[in-house]
């Protein structure tokens, strides 16, 4: 079952634009992971998140976090083409699960 | 260095049929799991082996097992196959021991069709 909840679904950009995309959850957490996965590949780690950490930069990444909400957000600055992939939030808890969101379907057109 | 390696990428079983799916992590890394992704259920965890003792497993049925080697490759077995086992079948594998606690890496996945 999934614990993660990403909105939106889907999200159509233009390159250039910043890309936002959320996540909720349900229980307290260890760290909340977030990845990237092109069309039927495997899955790109992109950041974890610990749960004691607020806000992570990774390049044109910045995932903050906000456990009183139980919330995570994913900014993708300057986009382009090559960000279209669906976006995946996971959360672990317990030390000894994850759980993963539906996933955010990104497209970014030239 | 080569990635986690997973074979076969893509396949077909019959109904009833059992499936073994093959997992070479990257080298060093001790930690190996496995996920299913489906359309209707999206990712799922499957179970997780760390020098060769399963830690933890999800909430799947017993028809799903898996093991780990002493190289610390990894199979995962799918025994009396239904149409819903239809999935990609992800393996990420972690220099470990916290295999979540750090960045894991996966593989591009082994697709099954079950007909």
Known sequence: ?110 | KAGVTQTPRYLIKTRGQQVTLSCSPISGHRSVSWYQQTPGQGLQFLFEYFSETQRNKGNFPGRFSGRQFSNSRSEMNVSTLELGDSALYLCASSLGPDMWGNTIYFGEGSWLTVV
């Open chain 1, 1 to 110: 079952s999934q614990q993660g909840e990403e909105d939106p679904q889907a999200l159509s950009i233009q390159e250039g634009e910043n890309a936002t995309m959320n996540c909720s959850y349900k229980t307290s957490i260890n760290n909340l992971q977030w990845y990237r996965q092109n069309s039927g590949r495997g899955l790109v780690h992109l950041i974890l998140i610990r749960s004691n950490e607020r806000e992570k930069h990774s390049g044109r990444l910045r995932v903050t976090l906000d456990t009183s909400k139980k919330s995570s957000s994913l900014l993708i600055t300057a986009s382009r083409a090559a960000d279209t992939a669906s976006y995946f939030c996971a959360t672990v808890y317990n030390n000894n699960d994850m759980r993963f969101g539906a996933g955010t379907r990104l497209t970014v057109k030239p």
